[in-house]
């Protein structure tokens, strides 16, 4: 049994994939990498065939979730950290994560991230220290990238990647984890290397996609206060650390779909009386003066000429 399995879902990234997989591959035999391949068309399966050291498993193409789910079925380590395929872990600050975890008797242990790009660090985010887990991944703070957590395997176990998710599941599966009230142990480093890129990502659709998006970030936030509510566990705190996103949130919604939107509003001025719209100058002073939705239909209007969308 290997102390830590490492699962990549990758799908036509054999531009990134052999990176990735190498940044994972320890001399000392304590990591396990899987690596889910989701029906590629690029030559992935048939590089993965040259590579005898690691897991290979392949599926039609289903999407991520699948192909982490499909992964995390197959790991025997102890501890799981999931990695996109594009992205590089740090293999020192992955053994420190695992020593706390151990030490600390962790359910899981959080760290910090760098981006990169063409082998350039551009930006160093360390773990920011919160005192409310919860509020933190609601919003409150910046709460890193979920692969450059460590989770204890047995902690997770029932939390799945969920498909009608998919555009927003590494955050629907982290705020699940914070909501079973773990024991964080906080790494003070940088465990994970986030790739800038211009190829496409998940996180960054377009058109109807962006729409469906919006929906399931939104519903990840619906179902987390009712959880909270359930358990008389939504504080204020947490109200407000979720309104840092459900703000900008009602702000995108309405681009497409202005109806929803003042409802998203709407819900946010009942779940906090207190809210105050954070926009400052002429645009905060017109949500001030004409309300969200009209100001909202004015920002439409301003974009359209702005950038000739009128159909």
């Known amino acids: ?81 999931f990695l996109d395929s594009d992205d590089k872990i740090d293999l ?16 899981l242990v959080v760290s910090g991230y760098q981006v990169f790009e063409d082998n350039q660090i551009l930006r160093a985010q ?3 220290y919160c005192d409310d887990f919860i509020a933190q991944q609601l919003g409150e703070c910046d709460s890193s990238h979920y692969s450059s957590y460590l989770f204890r395997k047995d902690f997770i176990a029932d939390i799945p990647h969920r498909p009608d998710f998919a555009y927003r599941d590494d955050r629907l599966f982290v705020i699940e984890a914070a909501l079973k009230n773990p024991v964080v142990a906080v790494h003070d480093g940088y465990a ?17 996609k962006q729409s469906v998006q919006n929906f399931q970030h939104l519903e990840i936030y619906k179902r987390a206060f009712r959880v909270l ?36 509003y709407n819900w946010i001025k009942e779940i906090n009386p207190d809210f105050v719209i954070p926009e400052k100058g002429a645009i905060g002073l017109l949500y001030s003066k004409v309300g969200f939705g009209t100001t909202e239909k004015i920002l439409t209007i301003r974009r359209k000429l702005k950038f000739g969308l009128w159909n």
């Open 229 to 264: 509510k359930a358990e008389n566990k939504l504080t204020k705190r947490r109200i407000v650390a979720g309104c840092n996103i459900l703000w900008p949130l009602a702000h995108w919604i309405a681009k497409t779909h202005l109806k929803e939107a003042i409802e998203v």
């Open 126 to 128: 360390k773990w920011i």
């Open 1 to 81: 049994m290997k102390l830590i399995s490492i699962i990549i879902p990758t799908y036509n990234r054999l531009w990134s994939l052999p990176e990735a997989i190498d940044s994972c591959r320890s001399s000392n035999g304590m990591t396990e990498i899987i690596v889910v391949d989701d029906g590629s068309t690029d030559g992935t399966w048939e590089w993965l065939q040259t590579q005898s050291d690691i897991i290979k498993i392949k599926q039609n193409n289903q999407g991520k979730c699948w192909a982490a789910n499909k992964g995390f079925e197959t790991a025997t380590g102890k501890y799981i950290k």
């Open 92 to 107: 020192i600050a992955t053994e420190e994560q695992l020593q706390l975890a151990e030490a600390q008797q962790a359910d």
């Open 192 to 208: 994970l290397l986030h790739r800038k890129h211009e190829n496409e990502r998940l996180q960054f659709p377009d058109g109807l």
